[in-house]
């Protein structure tokens, strides 16, 4: 059954939040590293004051409520989504996955775009169904029994959009862990997906790289990667044991998101508010904090490792589902060489962007909602 959902956080919860935001007690440390070991002290410091003195949840919820929004139980799992109806005579629905460290907040402000583009210059015509779901585990979805990965997401999701919502064909977007879970509904479920679009390579060809472009770039990855791996070897061994600290902490929650957000994005001199808002990197923050779903978040780290890390099996190589890739120049996990991606990707569109960083639907709105509907306009001109 799918029921309507509205967010509403009690004043209870939010305040003991605050509370603890304000009872922190700042510890002496060295911060003379600035950025290069960890999250900035003095930053912190002041992103706790903006938090504690100006921030307001209320608008975050009534952001999320002007949207229909709903809850539906899949394989035992009530699964939230907000699911927006576009204009035009023959909307075209579309799946958008957020990752880790994200939320549905990375899709608030392109949701209306995508599914009402007249209303900012463009044609109704282009307009999607959109679909955007927190994942299992994330936000206002349920958690699993235990731990699952991106595969058994997407199973979770394509049944989302074929048995509940009823559409027999869709696409697929996503970064981080989205556009895994986007890559895993194109291998499992082709016959569904019209297309996929993803601004990111997270997957593996089981064959490896083959050429000495290609082997050069593993090696960069690897040593590029190298600076990363603290917190994703954590959130895939032992991440139970990092959540007893995280969900007593809201600041420990804040410092661990913000370093990413800052580290993955196309930022002005370093300036994390030359990009996202303080508003908006605490609307992400609080979603893991009012629903206290920070562990099991993590979970999907573990999840991905038990069904096998960033592999494809080698079946059904290269995929037949249309793949669009938007390459973002500061995407922190260097795309391959496209003769790597082609072997994994039936490729019919691959635009490089100006700017740009991991984060694309809040960092590059404009640039990935046009890429987008450029997508949905050769796929509809192939299907139809």
């Given amino acids: 059954m799918t029921k309507p959902f509205k967010v509403k956080i009690s004043d209870k919860v939010l305040q003991n939040i605050y509370s603890k935001v304000k009872k922190y007690e700042w510890h002496e440390m060295p911060d003379d590293g600035g950025w290069d070991y960890g999250t900035n002290l003095e930053y912190m410091k002041e992103f706790s004051k903006y938090w504690i003195e100006k921030y307001d949840w209320k608008k975050t919820e009534d952001k999320i409520?002007?949207?229909?929004?709903?809850?539906?139980?899949?394989?035992?799992?009530?699964?939230?989504?907000?699911?927006?109806?576009?204009?035009?005579?023959?909307?075209?629905?579309l799946l958008l996955n957020h990752g880790w460290p994200g939320s549905i907040i990375?899709?608030?402000?392109?949701?209306?775009?995508?599914?009402?583009?007249?209303?900012?210059?463009?044609?109704?015509?282009?307009?999607?169904?959109?679909?955007?779901?927190?994942?299992?585990?994330?936000?206002?979805?349920?958690?699993?029994?235990?731990?699952?990965?991106?595969?058994?997401?997407?199973?979770?999701?394509?049944?989302?959009?074929?048995?509940?919502?009823?559409?027999?064909?869709?696409?697929?977007?996503?970064?981080?862990?989205g556009g895994t879970i986007s890559t895993w509904l194109a291998y499992d479920f082709p016959n569904n997906?019209?297309?996929?679009?993803?601004?990111?390579?997270?997957?593996r060809h089981p064959d490896g790289p083959q050429t000495k472009e290609e082997i050069d770039w593993q090696e960069r990855f690897k040593k590029d990667q190298r600076i990363e791996d603290g917190y994703r070897t954590q959130q895939a061994t032992k991440p139970q044991t990092l959540s007893y600290a995280m969900m007593d902490s809201p600041i420990g929650v804040a410092a661990w998101i913000i370093e990413k957000m800052r580290g993955w994005s196309d930022l002005k001199n370093g300036d994390i508010e030359s990009v996202y808002s303080k508003d908006i990197l605490l609307s992400n923050i609080m979603l893991y904090l009012v629903t206290k779903t920070f562990n099991t978040a993590s979970w999907i780290y573990y999840g991905r490792r038990e069904e096998g890390g960033r592999m494809l099996p080698k079946d059904h190589l290269p995929l037949n589902v249309p793949t669009a890739i938007a390459e973002f120049p500061k995407e922190y996990l260097e795309w391959a060489p496209r003769s790597y991606v082609e072997r994994i990707y039936n490729i019919k569109q691959w635009t490089k962007m100006s700017s740009g960083g991991h984060f694309a639907a809040l960092e590059k709105p404009d640039l990935l909602i046009e890429d987008i509907i450029k997508f949905g306009k050769k796929l509809k001109n192939t299907n139809g």
């Fill in 65 to 93: 409520n002007k949207f229909q929004n709903f809850k539906s139980n899949i394989n035992g799992i009530d699964i939230h989504f907000i699911h927006e109806k576009g204009s035009g005579s023959n909307p075209q629905p």
């Fill in 106 to 177: 990375e899709f608030l402000d392109i949701i209306d775009q995508l599914a009402h583009p007249e209303n900012y210059g463009g044609d109704k015509e282009d307009g999607f169904n959109v679909v955007v779901p927190s994942l299992p585990g994330y936000g206002f979805s349920d958690r699993p029994a235990r731990p699952i990965g991106p595969r058994k997401m997407a199973s979770i999701f394509n049944s989302l959009m074929t048995e509940k919502l009823h559409y027999k064909k869709y696409i697929s977007q996503g970064g981080d862990f």
């Fill in 193 to 203: 997906l019209l297309g996929i679009h993803i601004n990111i390579l997270i997957i």
